[in-house]
């Protein structure tokens, strides 16, 4: 049974970095694609970022951001540590939110639909 676990949430200043990790147990992260999602409170979820298997799990190894991080978020995979990266530069208050990572076979496109698995989220709080 896949697992993921989040880590690296916290509280950081406006303007700062903080590094997401999102840990893969139960299955080999080669064959997924990983997605970030954030929930602010009040507010519907929202995809951050994506990144798709590479060639040799089956997928092209593309990604995806979302407009409002694009230029200030990194997402990256290692398959070896079963565990992808989201690298948040620049943050800003409205990036506060609960981040989860889902994963689905392969492709990013498959978030378009019902997502079997998911983190329990991790807490990102961006103070002014």
């Known amino acids: 049974q896949l697992q993921l676990v989040e880590s690296g949430g916290g509280l950081v200043q406006s303007g700062g970095s903080l590094r997401l990790s999102c840990s893969a147990s139960?299955?080999?992260?080669?064959?997924?694609?990983i997605g970030w999602f954030r929930q602010a409170p009040g507010k519907e979820r929202e995809r951050v970022s994506c990144?798709?298997?590479?060639?040799?799990?089956?997928?092209?190894?593309?990604?995806y951001y979302a407009d409002s991080v694009k230029g200030r978020f990194t997402i990256s995979r290692d398959d070896a540590k079963n565990t992808v990266y989201l690298q948040m530069n620049s943050l800003k208050p409205e990036d506060t939110a609960v981040y989860y990572c889902?994963?689905?076979?392969?492709?990013?496109?498959?978030?378009?639909?019902?997502?079997?698995?998911w983190g329990k989220g991790a807490l990102v709080t961006v103070s002014s």
């Open positions: 889902a994963a689905v076979q392969y492709y990013c496109s498959g978030l378009n639909y019902d997502i079997k698995y």
């Open positions: 990144i798709s298997a590479t060639e040799g799990g089956g997928g092209d190894g593309s990604t």
């Open positions: 139960g299955y080999t992260l080669n064959w997924l694609a």
